[in-house]
């Protein structure tokens, strides 16, 4: 009768953690990235700043800041540098949202004048 009880207790402390483990496993892969999307747009660089990032006007009059610059892109232009204000880009960058949070990262630039 005790390795009755042992078994069914074994077998109930598995399927519990196997529960549990799959709904920690899925509420972890929710948070970590929803949506990532390659854009591209023309706009004119006005400057950057800590608090804010890289900002740049399109020829609206709309104000687009990207919060960050891959690796590549700011090895071939510093744009914190300050050169490049008021130069015209081509530019690359992907959308992508996680934990609430919408991040605007450059992927590519090509200055177009």
Known sequence: MK???RTITFVM????TGFFGTLQA????EAVEIIK???SLVATYVE???EEGYKFSTKDGDIVIFHHVSEEVSEAIDL????YKGKTFEIAYTVSEAEGQTKYVIT??????
Do not use: A
Request: hydrophobic residues 20%; contains cysteine.
């Open 3 to 5: 390795n009755y009880f």
């Open 13 to 16: 402390l598995c399927i519990g």
């Open 26 to 29: 899925t509420n972890t892969l």
């Open 37 to 39: 999307q390659d854009k």
């Open 48 to 50: 950057y700043s800590e």
């Open 80 to 83: 914190k540098s300050g050169d």
């Open 108 to 113: 590519g630039l090509k200055e177009v004048s």
